[in-house]
Structure formats: C-alpha cells, structure tokens
C-alpha cells in the first residue's frame, strides 16, 4: 500500500476558531546514546507541502532532501536538545519536558493548541490544550514536519559525534541498539555521549569500572 502524505483535518479545526496550532514530536527517546530532541512547528495555515509524512516513513535520503524546503516552509520551528548527561540526570520523563520546554521556547510564537503523537503528554502544561493523538505524526502535517526536522537534525547529530567517538558506528546507527554498538560497548565501554542510566549497561558493558548511573532528579 502506497504511503500517504500527512494530511491538515487535525489542524482545521482549530485554524477556523484562529488559534495557532504548534505540532509536536519527539525523536531519540529509545537510544543508548546521544542526546534527545524535540521538534516543535508551525505550518502555514491552510497549506500543504507535498512529500512530508511521518519522518519513520521515509528514508533518511527522501528526509534530507526535503529538510530545507521544509525548513523554509514553516512558518516557525524549532528543536530542543537534552543532551545523554541531562538524561541520566533527570530521567526520561523530566527530560522529555524539558526538551519540550526548550523547543517552545525557542519558536518565537505564542501558542495555543499542540498536538502531539501518542499517548504519553510531556507538553502540558506549557500549552493551553494538548491533543494528545496515535499516529499523529502520520495524520497531521505540522507533527510529521516536526518529525522530520527533529529526526534529521539529530541524526545530522550523530553522524558528526561519529568522527570524535570511532567504534560504536553512530553514522550508521545513530546510538539506536545494533550488534555493532554493542560490540564498540564490549571493546570500549560507554563514552561520555552513552546513557549511563539506562538498562543496557547492565549487559552490554562487561567493564566493572563503568558501572551504570541512577538518575538524580526528576525536575520537571
């Protein structure tokens, strides 16, 4: 069946009462490594801009060469940024509303309705109302633009922390599990971009001397 374009149904009815609509998504909550990232967009009102679906349904070349024209699209975007420290610290729910916090905050736009792909809410209460929808970053066009533009922004990210950290093959797996960021862990250990807290440092990292973190606080 052939992928459909992220469609505006979602949006509508909020642009007719004329509140700005922000969408919202996250990308590298499941990663061992490298830092968490929320996208926050925008869309032009009533416009639509062909090839943007959700970022997991295209591949990295088709996200790529459609991230500046969608970039240049947008009305207003944003992305935050947690790095793998901020995560061992706060946790993953605290860090996933800060990123959001960042990522609203650096949109240059008063908002007044998100939507947001799931069912787990990190944005409230920094948005008046929050539609929380599964699949979201599928149906609407403003949560697959953030999808996407997060999604490649990070794994822009990862490409570049490959040339400084060699042996976990970030360019390829962006810090997401695979046998051959399992084999680095195995020679290396964790570098300083890992997730020190999360569970795979129980199996993956056979060193005594790199013994996993415990999140300190959840400050959000």
């Known amino acids: ?7 505006i149904d979602l949006e509508r009815e909020f642009w007719e009462d004329g509140r700005v609509v922000v969408g919202i998504d996250e990308v590298g909550k ?14 032009p009102i009533g416009d639509r801009l062909p090839g943007v679906r959700d970022s997991k349904a295209m591949t990295e070349r088709a996200r790529e060469s459609i991230f500046d024209e969608l970039a ?13 420290t ?3 610290t706060l946790g993953m729910s605290a860090a996933q509303r800060l990123a959001c916090r960042r990522a609203l905050e650096g949109l240059g736009v008063e908002v007044d309705v998100a939507i947001s792909d799931g069912r787990w809410d990190f944005v409230s209460p920094l948005v008046p109302e929050v539609v929380m929808r599964v699949g979201a970053d599928a149906d609407s066009l403003s949560v697959a633009s953030a999808s996407v533009l ?19 093959s970030f360019q390829t797996n962006k ?12 020679w290396f250990g964790p570098s300083v971009e890992h997730r020190r807290s999360w569970a795979f440092m129980d199996s993956a990292v056979p060193w005594t001397g790199s013994p996993r973190l415990v999140a300190e606080a959840r400050l959000f």
């Open 1 to 7: 069946m052939a992928r459909r374009d992220a469609g």
């Open 30 to 43: 499941g990663s061992w490594a490298g830092p968490l990232m929320v996208g926050a967009v925008v869309i």
């Open 72 to 84: 240049d699209w947008c009305s207003h975007w944003s992305i935050g940024v947690v790095s793998a």
């Open 86 to 88: 901020e995560c061992d």
């Open 150 to 168: 997060a999604k490649v922004t990070r794994d822009r990210e990862m490409r570049a922390l490959a040339q400084h950290h060699p042996g976990y």
């Open 175 to 186: 810090g997401y599990p695979c046998h051959l960021h399992r084999a680095g862990l195995g």
